[in-house]
């Protein structure tokens, strides 16, 4: 890959706020709201996220660190730490403009709006019999 060609997490950075559902384990009754804030900053050659948010009336908040991009592996190395002491080692990736994050056994489809004043997710995880079904959908709008 050509040092032109390296992906970078610039389409992220910024203060976004956030709203979305959670969904039951039949991936589509709503069981939760979700309200808050993420935002991306950059720190030299490393991101950080931080999540603000309201779910089903319970704040959370959390901590990701997002290292550069692991030309070797084809992806940003990530680890997330939460307000309730939970540690989590996942991974981003990024193709034509489609970002997919992979934690556990959970993974994430995040699209960029074309203006990029939007974006929205969906998680998803696995359902009774294994297959990926939707958990969270979620919305995001670009702050300032």
């Not at 070797?72 to 034509?96: H, I, K, L, W």
Request: proline content about 6%; charged content about 25%; glycine content about 12%.
């Amino acid at each position: 890959m050509q040092v032109d060609q390296v992906p970078t997490m610039a389409a992220l950075i910024g203060h976004w706020r956030t709203a979305g559902e959670v969904l039951g384990d039949d991936g589509r009754t709503v069981v939760a709201t979700v309200e808050g804030s993420d935002v991306y900053e950059e720190l030299g050659p490393t991101v950080v996220h931080r999540v603000d948010v309201v779910i089903g009336g319970r704040r959370t908040r959390a901590l990701e660190v997002v290292e550069p991009y692991d030309a070797d592996r084809g992806v940003f190395p990530t680890r997330a730490y939460d307000d309730q002491g939970g540690v989590e080692d996942a991974t981003a990736t990024v193709r034509d403009g489609v970002w997919t994050f992979s934690a556990g056994s959970a993974s994430a489809t995040l699209r960029v709006a074309d203006d990029g004043a939007s974006m929205s997710a969906r998680w998803t995880r696995p359902g009774p019999d294994g297959a990926p079904q939707p958990w969270m959908e979620l919305r995001f709008t670009r702050v300032g």
